[in-house]
């Protein structure tokens, strides 16, 4: 169908509409390709899920508001990618192992469900381990943590504002925030120690609680999630920017 090969381009409008903070336009794009995709196909397309992932990461991030629970919503979404990737009889071991990615990721960044979400992952790894043409994107999802947001819904307001400086590319960066810490077998940040700051001291107590609440998908070993210890957390930012209290 001519419209699902417009799919790509569709999807690229309307993550410019959201990163230029047309959000209604946004939520109505997203809408929009949803009803043509299932009007054009079916509604076990596969062209849905990668329209599935983009919109349901802005509904449990708050970035576009959809109904009273935007979370619950993706959530929905999430679970319908996990049963497209199933039924449908063109997907591959890829599609259904990102969607139960996608779902376990949920699991974590929304609500803190570690057991479950570790669940996801396993049955991912080994979808994507009964075939060796499978090897490398299994170690590309696995091999390592990964952080999923580092703009986390309810983090301290200090750091939001570090955070976004730290993100501008017209400003030399000539400050840094190193955090070491370890990750245990669910993903979960402990033994957190703030290994260099700017201003000294000033941000370790709020560097703790923020990286206690940094979201991440755990590295794998030997066929299982697993812990990893010596991790670092760099933030560099323009201190000339930043008020200090």
Avoid at 158 to 179: G, I, N, P, Q
Avoid at 215 to 243: C, H, K, W
Wanted: aromatic residues 10%; hydrophobic residues 40%; without cysteine.
């Amino acid at each position: 169908d001519d419209y699902l090969k417009q799919v790509p381009a569709q999807l690229s409008r309307a993550t410019m509409l959201v990163d230029t903070n047309k959000l209604i336009d946004a939520k109505l794009a997203y809408r929009r390709m949803i009803n043509n995709i299932e009007s054009a196909d079916s509604r076990r397309s596969l062209a849905l899920l990668p329209v599935i992932y983009s919109f349901a990461d802005l509904l449990q991030n708050r970035r576009i508001a959809d109904g009273v629970d935007g979370d619950e919503l993706a959530h929905r979404f999430l679970r319908r990618a996990v049963l497209i990737a199933r039924k449908n009889e063109d997907a591959t071991p890829l599609h259904l192992a990102d969607a139960y990615i996608a779902l376990a990721d949920y699991y974590i960044t929304s609500k803190r469900d570690y057991e479950k979400a570790s669940r996801f992952y396993v049955r991912a790894w080994d979808v994507l381990s009964e075939d060796e043409q499978y090897l490398a994107a299994r170690a590309k999802r696995f091999d390592k943590p990964t952080l999923l947001n580092p703009a986390p819904n309810g983090m301290p307001p200090a750091m939001r504002r570090v955070l976004m400086l730290s993100m501008r590319d017209d400003d030399e960066k000539d400050a840094r925030l190193v955090t070491k810490f370890d990750l245990d077998e669910l993903g979960r940040p402990y033994n957190i120690v703030v290994a260099e700051g700017d201003p000294a001291g000033y941000y370790d107590p709020i560097l703790v609680r923020y990286v206690q609440m940094l979201p991440f998908r755990p590295g794998f070993a030997g066929g299982q999630p697993s812990a990893f210890e010596d991790q670092a957390y760099v933030i560099e930012y323009p201190s000339a920017e930043l008020t200090v209290d």
